[in-house]
């Protein structure tokens, strides 16, 4: 069983429009987040939700606007998209009671604006 | 604010010893984590440190030192399978994750 999924893996999209990436988990996990992963590599956390509450939200433009209808989903929605906005999306869970804090991540959607 | 730093490759050949280094600044977290990570891959997590010391999990080792602002990852018995990228991460308080840049580990035969 996938731990944390995510869909489309890859999407190809072009600038003004407005897009989705969901993501589901079934460990069970109380807090569910949004990386950015830009073609350096470099790993930034969007957002976090915990118990359907936005915990952290990173200087992202409120064009990017996570949605969580429970505990196990948390979706991405991205309105009026650009150029910068191409990149690897991970979405991850973690549970906070935890001693470890582990994060399992979810495989990317790959977004490609042109 | 939180910030960390790591080399942005290292170089080793099969079966050798590897430590990758992270310093950090951060006015407080709970503890420095570590991923791995394969080209087209999602990171995975390797080790988690909440107090100074080593933690060892099979051939990973990963080491914290709150009082130096610094860890590194030891990886022991290299193979072909560990080049990947690594990184270095706090968790902040907040559910905050800070990650470092990055190192890229290459293994050679």
């Known amino acids: 069983d996938t731990a944390v999924s995510q869909t489309p893996k890859y999407l190809v999209t072009q600038m003004g429009n407005d897009k989705s990436i969901k993501c589901e988990q079934n460990?069970?996990?109380?807090?569910m987040y949004w990386y950015k992963q830009d073609s350096k590599k470099f790993l930034k956390i969007m957002f976090s939700?915990?118990?359907?509450?936005?915990?952290i939200n990173e200087t992202v433009p409120n064009r990017f606007s996570p949605k969580s209808p429970d505990k196990a989903h948390l979706n991405l929605h991205i309105n009026s998209l650009e150029l910068g906005d191409s990149a690897v999306y991970f979405c991850?869970?973690?549970?906070?009671?935890?001693?470890?804090?582990?994060?399992?991540f979810g495989p990317g959607t790959r977004l490609t604006v042109t | 604010g939180q910030s960390l730093e790591q080399p942005s490759e290292v170089t080793a050949v099969e079966g050798a010893i590897v430590q990758i280094n992270c310093t950090y600044q951060?006015?407080?977290?709970?503890?420095l984590s570590w991923y791995q990570q394969h080209d087209g891959g999602a990171p995975t997590f390797l080790s988690y440190?909440?107090?100074?010391g080593l933690e060892e999990t099979g051939r990973f080792s990963s080491f914290l030192s709150r009082s130096d602002s610094y860890g590194y990852l030891l990886l022991q018995e290299l193979q072909m399978k560990d080049s990947a990228s690594y990184f270095c991460?706090?968790?902040?308080?907040?559910?905050?994750?800070?990650f470092g840049p990055g190192t890229r580990l290459s293994v050679l035969p």
């Open positions: 939700y915990n118990n359907k509450e936005l915990i």
């Open positions: 951060t006015s407080g977290f709970y503890g």
């Open positions: 991460a706090v968790m902040g308080y907040g559910q905050n994750f800070v």
């Open positions: 460990l069970g996990h109380d807090t």
């Open positions: 440190n909440a107090l100074d």
């Open positions: 991850a869970s973690s549970q906070e009671s935890g001693q470890t804090y582990e994060q399992y």
